[in-house]
């Protein structure tokens, strides 16, 4: 059985994905930071459904806190599917954004992705077999006020995710980027409401946190095995 680390799995396009593998026969670890709760409902919604998932907790910008949880998840074995959902939002205009809202947005997209990704490498390459898939945000690829520092994280990611694709295409192991636009989430909920949604979306709804997983679920299967190196928005029609 193959294992997946899912980072940021108890936020509601994590969670999706976390369900979503371990209906496709994964053993699924169910990562979270500040809301270890959640991560445990996860995983009691995959057992109940008879899955095999795990919850871990820690804090992706401590890069020795996370090498320590690797260390010990990787006892177990490799990872050979990584989802690095983790990232958080501090959204305002940049001429009032303060450094700490830069640096903390930056650091769990981007700094947490290498503490995470980093010390999976090797024993993932030496399966010969590997998926990552980094997820990203529309933001990413064409802007939103007051989220420069988010679009900045996020558009650092694909420059990540392409040249990790080819340091990583000839040992079986894939890299890719998935930018959802408008998911439907708590978060979003209050943030957007149906009129805004429809103005801004040219399908005139947002998207399903079950349809981000399936996408996730296709890159990271047999079938996905020559596609490697993209940024697949899934929008609709946004970007």
Known sequence: MKRALVTGGSGAIGAAICRRLAGDDLEVIVHANSNPKGAERVVAEIQKRNGNAQAVCFDVTDAAATAAALESILEKGSIQVLVNNAGIHDDAPMPGMSREQWRRVIDVSLNGFFNVT?????????????????????????????????????????????????????????????????????MTEKVF????????????????????????????????????????AIDGAMA
Do not use: C
Not at 144 to 165: C, D, E, I, P, V
Not at 202 to 209: F, V
Not at 217 to 226: D, G, P, T, V
């Open 118 to 186: 980093q010390p999976l490498l090797l024993p993932m390459i030496r399966t010969r077999w590997g998926r990552i898939i980094n997820m990203s945000s529309v933001a990413a690829l064409m802007g939103n006020r007051g989220q420069a520092n988010y679009a900045a994280a996020k558009a650092g990611l694909h420059g990540a995710t392409k040249s990790l694709s080819r340091e990583l295409a000839s040992r079986g192991v894939t890299v890719n980027a998935v930018a959802p636009g408008i998911i439907t989430s708590p």
């Open 193 to 232: 409401d149906a009129k805004q949604i429809a103005a801004m979306v040219p399908m005139k709804r947002a998207g399903a946190p079950e349809e981000v997983a399936g996408l996730v679920a296709f890159l990271a299967s047999e079938q996905a095995a020559y596609i490697s190196g993209q940024i697949i």
